[in-house]
């Protein structure tokens, strides 16, 4: 399995040890850590984790690139016929490498997709942030499947396939949209997605409102880079297409189906405000990109 990371030394610590400790056979999986950028500290933390009896832990250093181009380099040192990708600040379940090998095992031509939750207690960004990617993935995998994506802190996929299909897109600087873009991809050259609902991931990622608009801005950038990466792929000048208007006005009422009412009321001005952040971040990387190409 493959985590990039970059300065997070107490999530990644949080990480390691659910790692290490899953169900699955130690001797039959190993953990690479891509240091994104470099940290002395992470070296320390890959040393601890290196413990007899359980499974070998990795570390691989890279120059400031971006997840995309993380993944793809612990991807191409990992030794496993499988991949599974998942993030420094998520914690998946001791069967979480169990469910996603079975469901490959069922569906080999699939990328899978596992199940991820808000694990940060008590903060309405970060529970509104996970609301939002639960509401995408209902969204995409019902009616309208042609967006359909997984989140790249709980996937998995055949090494030869991910080889295969190229990998994340390295263009891609921001985490944001690179795997809407593979799944994309994936899907093009005749590749499925399948959800495999038992492999639990919980999220740890604390957003502060800043923290949080940041995160849509960015989101919002990397849809810039998607739509850019649809063109090339047909050879075509399509327009950015927004969704129908159905889409954000159940987006803003999405929260009161799941939250009581008092919560659902400020998570749903956090959805609101998400969609005008990433339209903000979109049109900033749109004047940018437009103009790095003149």
Known sequence: MVVPTHRRPAQLTRCLEALVNLSYPSHLYEVVIVDDGGAEATADLVAAANVPGKANVVLLTVTRGGPA???NAGARVARGQLLAFTDDDCVPEPDWLTHLDARLHECPDAIVGGHTVNAVVGQHCSIASQLLVDYLYGYYFGRHKGSRFFTTNNLA????GFQGCGGFDESFPLAASEDREFCERWERNGGGLEFAEQALVGHWHRLTLRGFIRQHFNY????DFLHRSRNRATGGRRRPKLE????YWNLI???FHRKPPVEAACLSCLMFLSQAVYGCGYVYQRVRNAGHSR
Do not use: E, I, S
């Not at 919002?220 to 849809?223: C, D, E, F, L, M």
């Not at 129908?244 to 889409?247: D, E, G, Y």
């Open 157 to 160: 996929v055949t090494a030869a």
């Open 220 to 223: 919002g950038r990397g849809a």
């Open 244 to 247: 129908p208007t159905a889409f």
């Open 253 to 255: 009422w999405y929260p």
């Open 69 to 71: 181009k993380a993944r």
